[in-house]
């Protein structure tokens, strides 16, 4: 292997990390050679520390700077055998600030202002299904079984199978894309038949008709995943079914929906209006 970035898509590789986890990582390497105008074998700690403090002071999301955190330990303790600590790739700590969630009056009133149909359907099956935008543009013809009415999802983000729901509403339109469309293999191709849309024209077309709906929330297309794990648990799914619709490896990332469902908290009373004690 010729250099350092070579070995590192190979680690990647046998680790099986998925394509488009191998792209970020690949990405976070970049920027960091960029800033330091060096390549990865000539950087040291302290660099790697001003990289990461001028990320987050930049104002960079918690999850890039994660993956940026991630990519490094990858590249310098795998690939270059530094076997550096977290006291030098500095991880910081996760702000535990609640999703955003959209009422069904809302996304109803979004996807009332969408006028291309595939669009549309896109974004009812990431809200049908509960899934992530990827998942739905990566979607096969195959994947759909009506029959059972489920969804396969094909290497989620832990890199696992796993099916969510197919809902009767979201069957009938995909069977009137069907027939608009005709697909021949992804569900939802691009330009090209043998590739699937990108998801930027999606993420633009939800803000757009966000806009137009006048709803001021920080939402995005993402957001119809958690509203969707939100209203079963309204509905009263328990939470292990939730988990594995969602393809959550640990319970504790799906309880976070708890502090999401307002019918819950609004269905307890405080003990001072339930006990004996006059005010």
């Known amino acids: 292997m010729e250099n350092h970035i070579q070995k590192m898509q190979y680690e990647m590789e046998l680790r099986t990390y998925a394509p488009s986890t191998q792209k970020h990582y690949l990405s976070q390497i970049r920027l960091l050679e960029n800033y330091s105008n060096k390549s990865c074998p000539l950087i040291s700690p302290d660099e790697i520390k001003q990289f990461l403090h001028h990320r987050i002071k930049s104002g960079i999301s918690y999850s890039n700077v994660d993956i940026a955190c991630n990519a490094f330990k990858v590249m310098f303790n795998s690939v270059l055998n530094r076997n550096w600590s977290d006291n030098v790739i500095v991880r910081p700590k996760k702000l535990k600030k609640l999703p955003c969630v959209l009422s069904l009056d809302e996304i109803g009133s979004i996807l009332s202002h969408i006028s291309n149909f595939k669009h549309k359907t896109i974004l009812v ?13 990566n979607l096969k013809i195959s994947d759909i079984d009506s029959a059972n009415m489920r969804i ?128």
């Open 125 to 137: 099956t990431a809200y049908s299904a509960g899934l992530r935008i990827s998942e739905v543009l």
């Open 152 to 279: 396969k999802i094909n290497n989620d983000k832990g890199n696992k199978d796993r099916f969510s729901i197919l809902g009767q509403k979201n069957l009938s339109m995909l069977r009137h894309y069907y027939k608009l469309y005709k697909p021949a293999d992804f569900l939802f191709p691009g330009v090209t038949p043998d590739k699937p849309l990108a998801p930027r024209q999606i993420q633009v077309a939800f803000k757009s008709a966000k806009q137009k709906a006048g709803i001021l929330k920080p939402a995005t297309v993402h957001t119809l995943r958690h509203s969707f794990a939100t209203h079963l648990l309204e509905n009263g799914t328990d939470l292990r079914t939730i988990q594995i619709l969602m393809g959550h490896s640990n319970i504790n990332t799906t309880c976070v929906y708890l502090h999401l469902s307002t019918n819950r908290i609004l269905s307890v009373k405080s003990p001072l209006d339930g006990g004996s004690i006059n005010v």
